[in-house]
């Protein structure tokens, strides 16, 4: 059965393809219909030949530039890389495994607190992390013992918010980079109003226009995937920590009980 983890990250990579694909198909007819456009303006203007066939992926980068070709290279290689590294780093058998709590709980019912200690301090789990803070203290009561275990939740969940802000940063970042492109593109165009002594043509007005548009998809194809890469990692985390602090309680209420 497929956990929680598993499904956000299948689902924002399947909605990531998903859009990237819609983005080629839109793009396409656009392109070919502005092309098409300008082309017959010019055409009628110059009686110019009509250009060959122009390769979807020369056209994107020369829409794009070189600058934010890069740009977005970066990030979604950033993107997918941390899709991966937290998809298997945050998992529930990772944080919080089934051997350590099902190990824990045979050795304090048959009363080897010893044993007990030793497979969680030996453990980097988050759950053994807790364990391991809150037995020692169990002798100076319930109360100093949840407040050792509440200390190592508290420094485990920073860091895992703290890894999980880079895709939060990426959802963030990505819109911005297009909004930048569009800004550029668009004083482009305008440059090159400014600068001609008569009415520009369609096709020298494309590329700043270009850049405009296909920046702003770019970033957004981006953004949206991250976004909810992020929510439903966030949701996830905070279901196992809350799961991990229960089980924790659990543990020190039957060992005050003697293992019972």
């Not at 020369?62 to 899709?83: D, E, N, P, R, T």
């Not at 030996?122 to 200390?151: C, H, I, T, W």
């Not at 920590?241 to 005050?256: A, P």
Request: net charge negative; aromatic share 10%; glycine share 6%.
């Amino acid at each position: 059965m497929f956990r929680c983890l598993t499904c956000g990250s299948l689902g924002a990579l399947l909605i990531s393809a998903l859009l990237l694909a819609l983005y080629a198909g839109s793009v396409t007819v656009v392109a070919t219909s502005v092309a098409n456009v300008a082309v017959a303006a010019d055409d009628a203007a110059d009686d110019a030949p009509a250009p060959k066939k122009e390769n979807f992926l020369v056209w994107l980068y020369q829409a794009l530039g070189w600058k934010y070709c890069i740009a977005f290279g970066v990030i979604s290689f950033l993107f997918i890389a941390f899709v991966f590294k937290y998809s298997f780093s945050m998992r529930r058998s990772v944080l919080m495994p089934d051997e350590i709590v099902e190990g824990f709980d045979a050795e304090i019912q048959e009363k080897h607190f010893s044993e007990a200690y030793e497979l969680v301090s030996n453990d980097e789990s988050f759950m053994a992390q807790v364990l391991a803070a809150g037995l020692p203290r169990l002798q100076q009561g319930r109360d100093a013992a949840q407040k050792a275990m509440e200390d190592v939740i508290a420094s485990e969940s920073m860091k895992l918010d703290h890894q999980l802000s880079y895709v939060g940063l990426i959802a963030a970042v990505a819109p911005s980079v297009g909004l930048l492109g569009t800004v550029d593109g668009m004083v482009a165009s305008f440059s090159v109003i400014a600068n001609s002594a008569s009415t520009p043509k369609p096709s020298e007005l494309a590329k700043g226009i270009s850049m405009a548009l296909i920046t702003t998809m770019v970033g957004l194809i981006f953004s949206i995937p991250a976004s909810i890469f992020f929510a439903l990692m966030k949701n996830h985390i905070n279901k196992i920590i809350f799961d991990i602090s229960v089980k924790g309680e659990q543990f020190m209420d039957q060992l005050l009980r003697g293992g019972k």
